[in-house]
């Protein structure tokens, strides 16, 4: 299995398979336009502008899961990003990331990055809050998972190695 095996639907509602994007680095995130992360779209504009010639690719996904801080439309969504951050790279269609609504992408890649559970607590490798982030190598498998609090400049070291 792969990232590339699934397909999402951008923010028209179109079908996008994400084997449009082998041989790319991506880093997968779930967002939000009302949270007290929501800044973290600078950072990954800036990632991504830094990084989008050597081949990485970063693809947003607004859920409106964790207490409704992405109410808005997917049009709403591509303006307030485009606006208030600059953002440049793709933003899909408003989806769901964890439990039984998740989409098949989040699924796979939840499963594919586990996070250890606080000893007597039941495992669940689901998005904790928004923007959860999954870095993705060349061949379209999980490399690395960022969680929500750390910045995207975090994840710069890993994404440089996997670019080389």
């Known amino acids: 299995m792969s990232v590339y095996e699934y397909t999402v639907n951008n923010a028209k509602g179109e079908p996008v398979s994400l084997s449009a994007y082998k041989g790319k680095v991506l880093v997968i995130v779930n967002t939000a336009s009302q949270c007290g992360l929501t800044p973290q779209y600078e950072g990954l504009q800036a990632l991504y502008e830094q990084f989008a010639p050597q081949g990485l690719e970063i693809l947003g996904f607004p859920c409106n899961q964790f207490a409704e801080q ?95």
């Open 70 to 164: 992405e109410p808005g439309t997917n049009e709403d969504i591509q303006s307030f990003c485009k606006l208030n951050y600059g953002v440049t790279f793709p933003i899909f269609a408003k989806v769901d990331v964890r439990g039984e609504t998740a989409i098949p992408l989040f699924r796979y890649l939840s499963d594919s990055a586990p996070v250890e559970a606080p000893e007597g607590e039941a495992q669940d490798n689901d998005p904790k809050w928004n923007f959860t982030k999954f870095v993705i190598d060349r061949e379209g498998q999980v490399a690395a998972r960022f969680e929500p609090r750390e910045t995207p400049a975090a994840m710069e070291a890993a994404l440089a190695e996997l670019l080389k």
